[in-house]
């Protein structure tokens, strides 16, 4: 079974700095996908930003970008030029392609971003 | 363009209460998800559906829990009779199929359901 970890419960920056959350994964199989997803204190689970395992180039959405290392199964976001509305809980989270659709979870970090 | 419709938002009731929650996925997803999130468990999949038809409901905690699915765009999460420690946060969350295609498809959540039973 595929497992999720997020080995930092609470993170807390200053705006305008430059964070990184940790995840690593176990799994066995070599074609998956990694998401990040993050909860702003309105409960809602908003997608951040999408990697398949199969491209090498890492992903990026503006200020998010992740740091993709297949072989040691690590997955970390960096948040550039952080802003008060990031702050949040960030969710890591693994899915197998085809017919599997479940997403497994990490535990979850929570970040504040201080102005 | 709609996303996942979680409702209600918040739901108060009593142990030993029947409990709906009620979800309408996005038109066209075909997967459709029901999650519960607690401090002490955090994000767990119950049940999750492919074309109204259950799929894995390995996840559901009891008997009491059931999910339907009569059609593409509703679901419903039944607890019946609720407990206290089945308070928390209930996600729904849709998708398209992977086709095969080696393309990522996320999952799209609703506002989710807040239970509390007394």
């Known amino acids: 079974a595929q497992t999720v970890t997020q080995s930092q419960p609470e993170m807390s920056v200053q705006e305008a700095e430059t964070v990184t959350l940790s995840c690593t994964y176990d799994?066995?199989?070599?074609?998956?996908?990694l998401f990040w997803y993050k909860q702003p204190p309105s409960r809602q689970m908003i997608l951040v930003i999408r990697?398949?395992?199969?491209?090498?180039q890492n992903a990026t959405e503006n200020r998010f970008s992740v740091n993709f290392q297949k072989a040691a199964k690590s997955f970390s976001l960096k948040i550039s030029d952080s802003q008060l509305g990031d702050t949040a809980m960030y969710f890591c989270a693994f899915m197998k392609p085809q017919r599997a659709q479940k997403l497994v979870f990490g535990q979850g970090t929570r970040l504040t971003i201080n102005p | 363009d709609a996303g996942v419709i979680q409702s209600p938002r918040h739901e108060v009731t009593e142990m030993g209460q029947e409990v709906t929650l009620r979800c309408k996925p996005i038109?066209?997803?075909?997967?459709l998800f029901w999650y519960r999130q607690t401090m002490m468990r955090g994000l767990e999949l119950l049940i999750y559906?492919?074309?109204?038809?259950?799929?894995?409901d390995s996840g559901m905690p009891e008997d009491r829990f059931s999910a339907k699915m009569p059609n593409a765009s509703f679901s419903t999460l039944k607890i019946q009779p609720s407990e206290p420690r089945d308070s928390a946060v209930y996600f729904c969350?849709?998708?398209?199929?992977?086709?095969?295609?080696?393309?990522?498809?996320?999952?799209?959540f609703g506002d989710g359901t807040r239970l509390s039973i007394l």
């Open positions: 969350a849709s998708s398209f199929g992977d086709r095969g295609v080696r393309v990522s498809q996320p999952q799209h």
């Open positions: 559906f492919n074309n109204n038809v259950p799929i894995d």
């Open positions: 990697q398949e395992a199969y491209k090498q």
């Open positions: 038109s066209g997803h075909d997967y």
């Open positions: 799994t066995s199989e070599n074609n998956y996908y």
